[in-house]
C-alpha cells in the first residue's frame, strides 16, 4: 500500500463494517464475534445507518457506530473505542439502553421489543484485573439466573489479544482491527488470505492509494488524537483533583484526630486535677 492505514480510525472502521457494498463482512464479523451465543447463523442483515464517504470524511460529528438489524428483528451495534476514561461503562450502557428502548414507538406494547446486541471494540484496557480479552455482559441475577436474553454487551480489548496462531474467525477479525496498520497488501500473512480478509484489505486500500481519501483519513487521525488528548487530560486533571481531595481528606481527619487527642488530654488533666483536690480535701 501507498501509505500505512489504521483500520481502527472510526471512518476506516465503519467504512469496512458499515458500508452497503461490505455488508457480507458485517455479517461475517457479527457470526464470528457471537459465534458462541447465536442459535443459527445471522443470514441477513440491514445497515440501518449505512457509511456514506462524503457525508462522514467531512463531518467532524459524523455518527461512528455502525447499527444493524437481521432478519428476525434483532439489532447490533458495533462501535470502535480509541481511549478509556472513567465515564466510559456508563456510556456503554446508556447506548445500549438508547437502542433498545427506539425499537417502541408510541402506544406499542413491550412484546414488540427484540434482542439488542453492542459490540465494543477497546483498543485501552477497561476490565483492568483480568487477562482475558473478551467479556460478555447479560442482565443477571446473584445466582446467575438471567432475566431477559435482550440483554447483551460485548467489550473486545484489543490491547489484551495476543494470539500466537489464528484458530478462528473471531481472532482473525481481533487480530486485523489491531495489527492492520502494519499490513502490506502485498504480502499478506497465511491468516489474512481469506476472502474476506482480502475484501477488508481492498478498503483500507482504497483509503491508501485515492490522495483525497487518504487526506480525508489524516484529518480525522488527526482529529480523533486531539479528542483523545483533551480526554487524557481532563481525565489526568480529574485524577489530580481527586488525589488533592484525598490529601486533604487525610489532613482533615489527622487535624480532627490531633484535636480530640488534644481534647483527650485537657479532659484527663482535669480528672487528674480534680482527683489530686479531693485528697487534699480528704486529708
Known amino acids: 500500500m501507498k501509505h500505512s492505514i489504521d483500520p481502527k480510525i472510526d471512518c476506516v472502521f465503519k467504512a469496512i463494517l458499515g458500508a452497503e457494498n461490505n455488508r457480507n463482512l458485517l455479517l461475517h464479523f457479527l457470526n464470528a464475534i457471537l459465534d458462541n451465543e447465536l442459535p443459527t447463523p445471522i443470514t441477513q442483515v440491514e445497515i440501518l445507518n449505512p457509511y456514506n464517504d462524503k457525508e462522514f470524511l467531512n463531518n467532524k460529528l459524523s455518527i461512528v457506530d455502525i447499527k444493524a438489524r437481521d432478519s428476525e428483528g434483532h439489532i447490533y451495534q458495533i462501535e470502535i473505542q480509541l481511549s478509556s476514561y472513567a465515564h466510559l461503562p456508563a456510556r456503554i450502557l446508556y447506548t445500549w439502553a438508547d437502542i433498545y428502548s427506539k425499537q417502541l414507538q408510541d402506544g406499542q406494547?413491550?412484546?414488540?421489543?427484540?434482542?439488542?446486541?453492542?459490540?465494543?471494540l477497546l483498543t485501552g484496557n477497561l476490565i483492568k484485573d483480568d487477562s482475558d480479552y473478551i467479556h460478555t455482559f447479560k442482565i443477571r441475577d446473584n445466582k446467575g439466573r438471567c432475566l431477559s436474553q435482550h440483554c447483551g454487551i460485548w467489550l473486545l480489548e484489543l490491547e489484551k489479544f495476543n494470539a500466537q496462531q489464528i484458530e478462528n474467525e473471531q481472532q482473525r477479525w481481533l487480530n486485523f482491527f489491531k495489527t492492520g496498520n502494519q499490513l502490506n497488501d502485498d504480502k499478506l500473512p497465511d491468516w489474512m488470505t481469506t476472502t474476506e480478509m482480502r475484501q477488508a484489505m481492498s478498503t483500507l486500500s482504497q483509503f491508501s492509494e485515492k490522495e483525497r481519501d487518504y487526506h480525508a483519513y489524516q484529518a480525522r487521525?488527526?482529529?480523533?488524537?486531539q479528542q483523545g488528548t483533551i480526554l487524557y487530560e481532563l481525565d489526568e486533571e480529574r485524577k489530580a483533583k481527586e488525589e488533592a481531595l484525598k490529601t486533604a481528606e487525610e489532613a482533615l481527619q489527622a487535624t480532627e484526630e490531633a484535636l480530640q487527642a488534644k481534647n483527650d488530654a485537657l479532659a484527663e488533666i482535669e480528672r487528674l486535677k480534680a482527683l489530686l483536690a479531693k485528697n487534699n480535701l480528704d486529708s
Open 109 to 120: 406494547k413491550f412484546h414488540l421489543l427484540r434482542r439488542t446486541y453492542s459490540i465494543w
Open 221 to 225: 487521525q488527526n482529529y480523533l488524537r
